[in-house]
């Protein structure tokens, strides 16, 4: 009976060394992170792409817009899951850029750093860092760009198809590309505004009328 009462709690010692083990591990092979401060600021104006060390603009949370929000949000969570763990994840990636070790040794400094990130940032700080340096194609970086690129307009002046667009274009930005593959990019916007409907964004009139606009 004592041999059978002792069995869990040398179950749960192993684990707890085990898991003890790993989080060292863990934390000593992925290495220095990035400071903070070198993230893309939430504050508009202007900052340096370390992927680029070129100038991106960048503009607030609350120039983003509602239907470019909806629209990013339902577009990377569609098969990834909540939004705070997803933008975290391509934050991490965008600041870890320029690393060039191993990909398991990489990937452990963005789970880290994605974590920390989680931390100390909200969602919409973290969307905001994540938008404002993404690549959207023909050589645009950072979503005011890309809208004023695409559209001629302000993030938070686009139609709900025109941010489905967008945000479509951070999948893939070279397959979905509106000037190069337009059948394509229509395709991908379409699908985005499905997933609108699906999340709860806009309703399903909303987004078959905004699978009849144009490119």
């Known amino acids: 009976m004592r041999a059978l009462l002792k069995l869990p709690i040398v179950l749960v010692t192993g684990l707890i060394v085990l898991a003890s083990g790993f989080a060292a591990w863990f934390f000593l092979y992925s290495g220095d992170l990035p400071q903070l401060q070198s993230l893309v600021p939430v504050a508009p104006g202007f900052a340096a792409d370390s992927c680029t060390s070129r100038p991106i603009p960048v503009i607030p949370y609350s120039a983003i817009g509602p239907n470019l929000e909806k629209a990013i949000i339902a577009a990377e969570t569609a098969d990834s899951g909540e939004a705070t763990r997803m933008f975290s994840l391509q934050t991490a990636r965008w600041a870890l850029c320029n690393f060039h070790g191993r990909m398991l040794h990489r990937q452990l400094k963005v789970l880290r750093f994605a974590t920390q990130l989680r931390r100390k940032f909200t ?38 198809s025109q941010a489905a667009l967008i945000a479509g274009l951070l999948k893939a930005p070279a397959a979905y590309s509106p000037t190069r593959h337009p059948d394509r990019a229509r395709q ?13 964004a806009i309703t399903a009139e909303e987004g078959e009328k905004g699978k009849r606009d144009p490119l």
């Open 123 to 160: 969602t919409p700080q973290l969307l905001t860092m994540y938008v404002n340096q993404a690549y959207f194609g023909d050589e645009t970086y950072g979503i005011q760009a890309a809208c004023r690129h695409y559209y001629g307009k302000r993030p938070s002046e686009l139609s709900l």
């Open 188 to 200: 991908r916007r379409d699908q985005v505004l499905d997933q609108m409907v699906t999340a709860g």
